[in-house]
């Protein structure tokens, strides 16, 4: 895809010093920027590269003034990391913007979907499934019985989607996602042997949610396994059976939360942190990467540490781990010293 100077000025209501006509065709860096491409100049410190690049369009603050000559041909915004933001999401509507089902695939005469619909090769469409408008299905995902999809989603190549859940409207799942795959439910015998327990809940992602790459979320045995408005799930996350996760709460790569954990609204939480289940997690908490949670945590606390302790707490308490074997050690002399002046009296 190639855009002039005057379109992207457009898109983005800026004002253009230089070639209006002049084409760019992808994005860089802009001190690696070379011929053809599309930059931008929002922090100070990468300003002298503004005088080097070979970007062919660069967008700026409205108040940049240059102090040598360019060869890049300007467009000046109000908020040049903004724009640029503005900008990236465009290109990606524009690049995703494929309609139609491709073959081989597989789509059940009873499902349903809208309007600029994509189904990309070697995709499953099961019974019943419904989906809405504008949403990309990208090759070799399987979206099984009696699923539901709201409108604008995007489903990345190799995601699943087991029967029943249900996607709202905006959401994005990227590949090899496992979205209601059956919760780790098994019961022991007196033998020792485990019986599976049925898993014959669902998933329910309401809008505006992100699952990342390889992230599963398991199906509740009974009832939903609950992710509420913009939640926002990084890489290689387990979500366990009927867990809830409250609005625009976000988690970082390898967490693993279990089963029945309830966790708050605009929570903070960190790569690798494992999470126990049947707890409750309050709104707005902040939990540092690879700390272990396994209580209930009140709604605005910090955490770090495993078993994870109060931020402030964790961090005195730290300089003294640190220095544990030189205070064992004055321990032992004062003990020594002790029993020495007690042998004498």
Do not use: W
């Not at 890049?72 to 900008?87: E, N, P, R």
């Amino acid at each position: 895809m190639k855009f002039t100077a005057t379109q992207i000025a457009g898109i983005l209501g800026g004002e253009i010093e230089g070639n209006p006509q002049i084409m760019v065709h992808k994005l860089s860096k802009i001190e690696e920027g070379v011929d053809g491409s599309l930059t931008f100049l929002a922090n100070p410190k990468y300003t002298s590269y503004i005088y080097t690049t070979q970007a062919s369009i660069t967008i700026v603050n409205k108040d940049f003034v240059p102090e040598q000559e360019l060869t890049t041909t300007l467009i000046k915004v109000d908020d040049a990391y903004k724009s640029f933001s503005k900008l990236l999401e465009y290109y990606n509507q524009v690049k995703n913007n494929k309609v139609g089902i491709e073959k081989p695939s597989f789509v059940s005469d009873s499902a349903k979907f809208g309007e600029a619909f994509y189904l990309g090769a070697f995709s499953y469409l099961g019974d019943n499934v419904e989906i809405g408008n504008n949403v990309k299905v990208y090759p070799n995902v399987y979206i099984g019985d009696n699923v539901t999809i709201g409108n604008d989603c995007v489903i990345f190549a190799g995601a699943k989607i087991y029967s029943e859940s249900i996607i709202g409207n905006d959401c994005v799942i990227h590949s090899g996602a496992i979205i209601g795959a059956d919760g780790f439910g098994f019961t022991p015998n007196t033998n020792g042997e485990y019986s599976k327990v049925p898993q014959t809940g669902n998933v329910i992602l309401e809008d505006n949610v992100d699952v990342g790459a390889g992230t599963t979320i398991d199906r509740a045995t009974l009832g939903s396994t609950v992710l509420r408005k913009g939640v926002k799930l990084d890489n290689q996350i387990q979500i366990a059976h009927n867990v809830e996760i409250g609005e625009h709460t976000a988690i970082a790569a390898q967490t693993g939360i279990a089963g029945s954990t309830k966790i708050g609204k605009h929570c903070l939480i960190g790569g690798q942190v494992g999470i126990v289940g049947h707890i409750t997690i309050g709104d707005r908490v902040k939990i540092q990467a690879q700390s272990g949670i396994g209580r209930n945590i009140k709604d605005d606390e910090v955490l770090q540490g495993s078993p994870a302790l109060n931020y402030g707490d964790y961090n005195k308490s730290y300089v003294h781990f640190k220095n544990l074997p030189k205070i064992i050690n004055q321990v032992n002399e004062l003990e020594k010293k002790f029993n020495h002046e007690s042998q004498q009296h």
